[in-house]
């Protein structure tokens, strides 16, 4: 039986580390200002403890310890101990601390890439030497996100889980479709004024995540590429919801983190 790993994602709504995302398969991350953790914040951060936090894998649950002198807020909730769930947000040292979401995916055996062993015949052997790029056949191009076929199917409703980290704020949704747009009435409302009232709609079909332009004007890119209609969304696209923003990566599994810029 295959057994799969767990990687943590610590995606940084705010603070000083805003926008970066730390991604570890270790069981144990510590945070804080000392150089040997995981997580280094800035000597800046003075309100962060050099050994703030640490996140302990326990199983298939991780663990939150508190090791600090200012304290850590899950979902603004003081915390010495608890079980992280998917979607938590950290604030350290106080509600105006640096804000981390806490995300966890998993990794079967078989997404691996297993190092093949060297033969042992090839130890010790100065390598050959490779064939330079003329001699090399071009790959074929990438297609284009435009060209992706669109089924004419309806779109029904699931029980999929969507999270979109926008600014300070992260939202969390356990049903799609979900509309993103700047209309109240939308499932996920996002502040920006290039954003039209129903701007986009995210969907599962075909056993994977789906983005669809409601604008009919072209805005969405994916990798700078303008998508017709609806296309399925790979993990570590960036994807830009406007010429002008928002601009967000996709993580894989459901999650949408903003970036600065959509190249």
Request: with cysteine.
């Amino acid at each position: 039986m295959n057994i799969p790993d767990i990687k943590i994602q610590l995606i940084h709504i705010d603070g000083p580390l805003k926008g970066k995302i730390h991604a570890f398969s270790q069981d144990v991350i510590l945070l804080g200002r000392h150089p040997e953790c995981q997580v280094v914040f800035p000597g800046t951060c003075s309100a962060v403890s050099r050994k703030h936090a640490e996140i302990r894998r326990e199983g298939n649950r991780f663990k939150l310890i508190d090791t600090s002198t200012n304290g850590i807020l899950v979902n603004g909730r003081p915390q010495k101990e608890v079980f992280l769930k998917n979607g938590d947000v950290l604030i350290l040292a106080g509600k105006d601390g640096p804000k981390v979401s806490f995300l966890t995916t998993t990794v079967s055996a078989e997404e691996r890439e297993p190092i093949p062993p060297q033969p042992e015949e090839t130890k010790g052997r100065i390598p050959e030497k490779q064939p330079s790029a003329e001699q090399v056949a071009p790959r074929a191009p990438a297609p284009s996100f435009a060209d992706s076929p669109v089924s004419e199917e309806p779109i029904v409703s699931v029980a999929k889980s969507l999270i979109v980290q926008y600014g300070a704020t992260l939202q969390s949704f356990q049903q799609l479709p979900v509309i993103i747009g700047s209309d109240d009435e939308c499932e996920c409302t996002l502040a920006h004024p290039s954003l039209l009232a129903r701007h986009a709609r995210v969907f599962f079909r075909d056993d994977q995540y789906w983005i669809e332009d409601l604008t009919g004007r072209k805005l969405l890119t994916i990798n700078l590429r303008p998508i017709a209609s609806a296309v399925p969304l790979q993990p570590d696209i960036c994807l830009a919801l406007s010429p002008e923003g928002p601009n967000f990566q996709y993580l894989g599994n459901g999650r949408l983190v903003e970036i600065e810029d959509g190249a």
